[in-house]
């Protein structure tokens, strides 16, 4: 089966920047997902990475390392609305259209 | 552009009434659905997925149900809820590719 690791909680200042990572143990990968959900919110789409290296949107990157079954989700010039819970989450040959998502990251950026 | 829906956004219900959710999508042609539950501080469990219509795959065993009676219609439900069926539900849609999906507002179940 698959089983994905994230931090449960990072703390940050604003205008810092922040690294999520992600790591997942799975066979037959595709890829991976970042998921940002605000307290009482519904989860918002981030990034997608299936091949190794670096997107970039905005403020936001993402990275994947197929090799080492990691990725990170980076976060630059912090804003206090960043302050969410993010979700990695990924899918292999065995989920098929599942989406197997972590336990989420909390991030709160302190003035 | 696209738009999905859920209803109702929040529910109060005792121990074993039925339940009915219901999900619909705007804008799109064929979507991928998706139903995932939220526990408090949780993250999201796959309920059940549907390529089309009448087509849904289960992903946990449990006392709920699923049906796609429409395109863009997806609707969850339950004959007798359980304390344990508590939770934040959340509708989601995607294209063929199932890594970016879209959620909809949710609804907030309280079963008592």
């Known amino acids: 089966g698959q089983s994905l690791e994230q931090p449960s909680e990072v703390t940050a200042v604003e205008g810092a920047i922040v690294q999520i990572n992600c790591t997942y143990q799975?066979?037959?990968?595709?890829?991976l997902s970042w998921y940002q959900q605000h307290d009482g919110g519904a989860p918002t789409f981030l990034s997608y990475n299936a091949l190794d290296g670096l997107e970039e949107t905005g403020r936001f990157s993402s990275f994947l390392s197929r090799s080492d079954s990691y990725g990170y989700l980076l976060l630059q010039e912090l804003q206090m609305k960043d302050s969410a819970s993010y979700f990695c989450a990924v899918r292999d040959s065995n989920s098929g259209y599942a989406l197997n998502f972590g336990k989420g990251t909390s991030l709160l950026v302190t003035p | 552009s696209q738009t999905i829906h859920q209803w109702p956004a929040t529910l109060v219900q005792p121990v074993g009434s039925p339940l009915s959710l219901e999900c619909t999508v705007e804008?799109?042609?064929?979507?991928?659905l998706y139903w995932y539950r939220q526990a408090a501080g949780r993250g999201l469990q796959l309920l059940f997925y549907s390529v089309g219509i009448g087509q849904i795959s289960s992903e946990v065993p449990q006392n709920l149900s699923a049906s796609r009676p429409q395109d863009r219609q997806f609707i969850l439900s339950s004959k007798k809820l359980l304390l344990s069926d508590s939770g934040f539900y959340l509708c989601?849609?995607?294209?063929?590719?199932?890594?970016?999906?879209?959620f909809g507002p949710g609804t907030r179940l309280t079963v008592t």
């Open positions: 799975t066979s037959g990968f595709y890829g």
């Open positions: 804008g799109t042609s064929n979507p991928n």
């Open positions: 989601a849609w995607s294209t063929f590719t199932p890594d970016e999906q879209y």
